[in-house]
């Protein structure tokens, strides 16, 4: 499973974040960071960390 979204505020994901966490999967941003108040606006949720790297990885090669 994988969410990529962008152009988002921290009240669009902080309630989500911590039900994906919870379940074992990653939330953060397009840098793989964890979100907090300093959130950049782009959001990648997915059921593990590495699918999200992997996933930010193609999409970052494409949009270059």
């Known amino acids: 499973d994988l969410v990529?979204?962008?152009?988002?505020?921290i009240h669009d994901v902080a309630g989500i974040v911590p039900i994906v966490t919870g379940a074992g999967g990653f939330a953060g941003d397009w840098n793989l960071n964890p979100i907090g108040f300093d959130f950049a606006e782009h959001f990648v949720a997915s059921s593990s960390k590495e699918l999200a790297a992997q996933a930010m990885r193609i999409?970052?090669?494409?949009?270059?």
């Open 4 to 9: 990529v979204e962008q152009d988002l505020k």
């Open 59 to 64: 999409f970052k090669e494409k949009n270059d």
